[in-house]
């Protein structure tokens, strides 16, 4: 049974760092690419970050780039997503997603997510 769980979800100012944790299991950690989307209010689920297997790719969505990174610890079971210099309009509940594929490098979208966590929200007030 996969589950993951997203944590460091708060309440942060404008111009402001957070960063978030996601912890896998039931999966082969080290075969699947992982990511971040996010979705606010109204608003379609978005892509924010994936990272490969090893690492050593990493993708990101044209509003978080240059701000976001992504990394991750496959000893832990774990995806990382750093958050600086955070805006208003990244204010979102924040979900870790594991590709539906192994080993893949090209990324993966909404359709292509096996499983989902729960989410944790982030807001940035002005």
């Known amino acids: 049974q996969v589950q993951l769980v997203e944590s460091g979800g708060k309440l942060v100012q404008a111009g402001g760092s957070l960063g978030l944790t996601c912890t896998a299991s039931?999966?082969?950690?080290?075969?699947?690419?992982m990511a971040w989307f996010r979705q606010a209010p109204g608003k379609e689920r978005e892509f924010v970050a994936s990272?490969?297997?090893?690492?050593?790719?990493?993708r990101y969505g044209d509003v978080v780039k240059g701000r976001f990174a992504i990394s991750r610890d496959n000893a832990k079971n774990t995806v990382y997503l750093q958050m600086n210099n955070l805006k208003p309009e990244d204010t979102a509940t924040y979900y870790c997603?594991?590709?539906?594929?192994?080993?893949?490098?090209?990324?993966?979208?909404?359709?292509?997510?096996?499983?989902w966590g729960r989410g944790t929200q982030v807001i940035v007030s002005s």
């Open positions: 039931g999966i082969s950690f080290g075969r699947k690419q």
């Open positions: 990272i490969t297997k090893n690492g050593m790719v990493t």
């Open positions: 997603a594991v590709d539906k594929f192994n080993d893949r490098v090209g990324g993966f979208d909404v359709r292509d997510a096996a499983s």
